[in-house]
DNA sequence: GCTAAATTTGTAAGCGCTTACACTCTTCTT
DNA sequence: AAGAAGAGTGTAAGCGCTTACAAATTTAGC
């Protein structure tokens, strides 16, 4: 803690001002109100069983008293947390960084805290977090899982933990998900490529290098090969690379395939900034885009406009906004089994001049 | 919590499996070691005054039995939360995602948690958390700022709050920070214009149009400023912007220089992102860098290679693993009253080729 | 070798909240 | 109109930890 010359200096002065506020205890709300600290605290919590005059005479005097429940007795006494954790794979790319404020705002709208937990894309991390989740349970109310890819022992384990889980971009869980229809996505990308005639496809998937494949990342690689089926083209395996999706893998896969692979007619890129990698190894290699190669991303990010990528929009703060919500919901009704949803939100082509026909 | 079809179908099963183990308390650890509770607790805070052979005792048990102190009952009892609020403006920006990022590995490793706290550029929510301090502390242990605009009253307030505290990008603070020299790398960026021969200067100042300024933008202005008059320029104010740190908000400054002002010679960004968006707004109108106008950032954004802005490189990662460190420091040795230090780090002229001398 | 001082350990009282249970009133039954 | 059922409230026992303070042990002093 902090005690330097500031405070050191007011040390001799009126004390007073120094002492920090006592706490406001339920005690002092049972006090003041005239009904017993059971009462109140059922009342805080508009249990049912408190009569209408209770519940008035509480809210008044804890308003009056500035009254607010310590989280750690709280939490120690079996009630919540009054936190949930917002688990990501990083927490510097675009879409997560878009999706965390976005979910941060709604838990920060209903009086929640929100711990952040990146995974940075490291096994050990998740294996850390996913290894002990009654640490997890024991600090937080509820979990948001961006994109993540868990093992079926993961899954049950955590819808078995007792916390409320919510998740944006997964696939066939025991809880409320949010995401977009990635196959489609890809599909509707991949078509766009295949529709300006090009048939000689490159595919910058996703998947991180050596990893556990997220949902996302392998929903889009299967819409992009189910695309080229229904065109009767086959998949040539030197054109599929693993790209993850940061922009520095997507320069890397680019380059790899322009060093050791071939040129491809045109490319597709599993997100935008994986897209924006391999428009940077492209000019590192004096190429570009359409006029060597057609490319189109998924994402629809803040730059793509700019670098004129062609790409298949979606809604990113709205699926970390709605998972959000869902998770609020589900902790706010805790009893409610209603059965998990899925909600698939849509997506849009928008094409700008980094596709064009193939000549 | 989450209590749908999973759980319910295996309620009929075995219970045993379904039954969570029960947590390890400081109680099983003291049994285990043969020693009382408050030895151990002791062991487990490594307070002085307890032998080794006890310390290893109880290292021992605590191990063995896989325990983990409660935070609730911790903080409670008058000890710590375990966690860390990061509040950053806004967590989407470059800056701040990778800044957030840095640090919240730091701490992880440390094994804090990291309490995500985004202000959303928000005056509202800025008031909701420095406001109520006593909220704050009573759920962390301590706080790392990353370029907030703070009121002499709120830095008072949070320097005799009891938390822990460390900042990026601030100034005069009674507590640890870390930056760059802002002033001096707007001046050097400044004066790379200057040295190309361009006089007649615009800037996109990092200010939030109508809210308090953070030191980081007022430095960078001034830095500016004196590199103009060092030369004996004027500022012109009607090429004077508040164009804020964001992609939107340069497009929007710029757009308004070019619509309603005039073109300037040469150009300097309060940061990358700015620059990006004035880019965006050139090329609406037909124009571009550096035929039309040079123009310079602040920052070295992923992105900025790319898009060939010149820049003052700056260390993101580094000053919020740096700060996030100092923070753990601080919360490691509370008694220690060191003076709060400034540590400064490196920024690096990077010329690309959006400036060029003038013609 | 015996007392004073220092060191190590244990006892027990909370921290502020939740909750099982007991208790007092109302309100329906039949 | 007597008893059952229910609504509203209170009592008290923790939750798992920290921390005065007391007790037991060791070390030092002369």
Redesign the pocket.
Known sequence: MYRAQYSQEKKGLSPCCMAKA?????????ALS????????????R?????????LKVADAATKLG????S???R?????TGSVAIIAPTATAWFFAQAVEAAEEVFADSGLDTVLISLRNTPGVHRKVFGDLDALSQRVDGVLLLNIALSDAEVEALASSGLAVASVGMHSVPWDNVGIDNEEAAWNATNHLLGLGHWDLAVLSGREPGERSVATATDRLNGFRRALAEHDLTVDPDLVMDAGSSIEGGRRAMTELIENRRMPSAIFAGCDETAFGALMALREFGLSAPKNVSIIGIDDHQMSWFLGLSTMAQPVADQGAFAANLLVEGLQHPGRPTAPASHVLDTKLIERKSTRRKR
């Not at 006592?22 to 049972?30: G, K, N, S, Y």
């Not at 009254?67 to 310590?70: L, Q, R, V």
């Not at 120690?76 to 919540?80: S, Y």
Request: contains cysteine; positive net charge.
């Open positions: 006592p706490r406001v205890t339920i005690q002092d709300v049972a005239g009904l017993s600290i059971c009462t109140v605290s059922r009342a805080l919590r249990l049912p069983n408190v009569s209408e005059s209770a519940q009254y607010k429940a310590s750690a007795a709280s120690l006494a079996g009630g919540t």
